[in-house]
């Protein structure tokens, strides 16, 4: 029995260490999908620029500027999206981009272990205060939130393995 319990306390010290993991991982992926749906929505505003252009072609039309500009506009906030996106990946991995060669390197590194640049100081709370980002805090207590629901999943079925026991 005292290796039963040996076993199930490895067991949940390692699960605990895959949640973690998990759950980078599953934020990883959810801003990777976002940049996804951003590009998505890129494409489409090309097609809609190109499409608008030709239409008034056909139709020989003068060319609505604001609408262009417009249309111009959601592109440029779309790929401050993506940047702000792949930022929020570098951070959770604890890495960040070197300003002269575009390396992804250690985020505590001095000097650019591929150009060595010499790297900014790390600023803190730098992402909480911009604006239109989303608060890596609700993140977190979402996350959070998860993997608790995840450890009442685990205990439900120990009970159950202890009952069939
Ligand atoms: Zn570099």
């Not at 949640?19 to 590009?39: D, L, P, R, V, Y």
């Not at 190109?50 to 506009?73: H, P, R």
């Amino acid at each position: 029995m005292e290796i039963f319990e040996k076993i199930g306390d490895a067991a949940s010290k390692t699960y605990k260490f895959t949640a973690e993991k998990t759950s980078k991982i599953a934020k990883e992926t959810k801003i990777k999908m976002e940049i996804n749906e951003h590009k998505g929505d890129i494409k489409d505003l090309y097609l809609e620029i190109g499409e608008s252009i030709y239409q008034k072609f056909v139709k020989d039309e003068e060319l609505d500027m604001k609408y262009l500009q417009d249309k111009c506009k959601e592109i440029q906030e779309l790929s401050d999206k993506i940047v702000a996106c792949k930022d929020e990946i570098l951070t959770l991995k604890e890495k960040r981009q070197c300003k002269n060669c575009y390396e992804e390197i250690e985020i505590s590194a001095k000097y650019c272990p591929n150009c060595g640049y010499e790297q900014e100081p790390i600023k803190n709370d730098e992402t909480s205060e911009e604006d239109g980002k989303v608060n890596p805090k609700d993140i977190d207590s979402k996350d959070n939130n998860q993997v608790e629901e995840l450890e009442k999943v685990e205990t439900a079925e120990e009970d159950n393995n202890d009952e069939e026991n």
